[in-house]
């Protein structure tokens, strides 16, 4: 991943005057983040290369000012200090635009995993229908309700869902009722019943 994401930023940044050792710093960085080939997308390439674009016009701009500088002095100049102090050296802005590097994938990462879960519990309720877990106020709550951790699937946040589901069910219907009715069961309880559940838990029923 690093190798392919180092070319793709060298290839964004022709006439730049920063080293290979700063690009592949950058890429290395990048690639921490990036557990799929996928996720290496346009947008990830194009803010990475505007960021060292930007440290490279920073660089060079600090240089510029330092030989400016030495340009300007009069050539009439007093004997030289057997003291002198050193030459200001250019700035390094590389820690901050790593930094902020850092910063954009982050913001990826956690847009990806938001995307994921998204994905994961409208899979997870299609299931669940097919299970014949058809109440939608009761589906969404239990969905909501559930963990979802780095290795789940559709499959098995469905079976997490599953039991809760159930749970809420029988609270707003009764012991007796059936949660996830099929053809031959006998009808759900009536709608009065799921009002007055949601009144009980302090939400807005329907008028």
């Known amino acids: ?36 080939e996928s996720q290496i997308t346009d947008e990830l390439i194009t803010d990475g290369v505007e960021l060292l674009k930007e440290l490279n016009g920073q660089l060079s701009k600090d240089v510029a000012e330092i030989v400016k500088s030495q340009k300007e002095k009069p050539i009439d100049t007093p004997a030289p200090n057997p003291n002198p102090a050193p030459n200001p050296a250019p700035q390094d802005n590389t820690t ?33 229908k097919a299970k014949q877990a058809t109440n939608q106020y009761i589906l969404s709550n239990a969905i909501a309700k559930a963990t979802i951790e780095d290795g789940d699937t559709a499959d098995t946040l469905a079976e997490k869902v599953i039991p809760i589901y159930d749970t809420e069910y029988k609270l707003a219907f009764g012991e007796g009722s059936v949660p996830r009715v099929s053809e031959n069961t006998p009808p759900a309880p009536n709608k009065e019943k799921l009002e007055a559940f949601k009144k009980s838990k302090g939400i807005a029923t329907e008028k």
Request: aromatic share 2%; no cysteine.
């Open 1 to 36: 991943m690093e190798e392919k994401i180092y070319l793709k930023l060298k290839a964004g940044l022709t006439n730049s005057s920063l080293s290979e050792r700063t690009i592949r710093a950058a890429a290395k960085r990048m690639a921490l983040k990036v557990t799929e």
């Open 96 to 128: 901050e635009m790593l930094k902020r590097l850092e910063a954009m994938e982050a913001k990826f990462q956690e847009s990806q995993k938001q995307n994921r879960i998204l994905t994961l519990r409208a899979e997870a309720e299609a299931k669940l």
